[in-house]
């Protein structure tokens, strides 16, 4: 059974950090490629961060630089630290898991398997 659950979104200021939390749970944790979605009302999930089982990471274009994604493999918590924070980075935030990559299974448009229930990120400008 796969079960992923999102904390630590919040309100804050454009310009200010928060950091996203995805508690997984989850046989063969790193057998895994996990990743961070958001989605906007009216809008489909939009790739934001993943980290593949070999340690690979990748980014969407608008949060290079901005934002960081890690794994604590002990703990099974996967990590999202958002920097510089817009308003249009404001927005519902899912953990994702899939037994596929990320990056091959995004380049087909095709969503992760497992997902989390959700975080709210709103910020004020």
């Known amino acids: 059974q796969v079960q992923l659950v999102e904390s630590g979104g919040g309100s804050v200021q454009a310009g200010g950090s928060l950091r996203l939390s995805c508690a997984v749970s989850?046989?063969?944790?790193?057998?895994?490629?996990k990743g961070w979605y958001r989605q906007t009302p009216g809008k489909g999930r939009e790739f934001v961060a993943c980290i593949n089982e070999d340690g690979f990471i990748d980014y969407a274009d608008d949060v290079k630089g901005r934002f960081t994604i890690s794994r604590d493999s002990a703990k099974n918590i996967l990590y999202l630290q958002m920097d510089a924070l817009r308003s249009d980075d404001s927005a519902l935030y899912y953990c994702a898991a899939d037994r596929r990559l990320i990056t091959y299974i995004r380049d087909l448009h095709i969503l992760p398997k497992y997902w989390g229930q959700g975080t709210q990120v709103t910020v004020s400008s």
């Open positions: 989850i046989d063969g944790y790193d057998d895994y490629s």
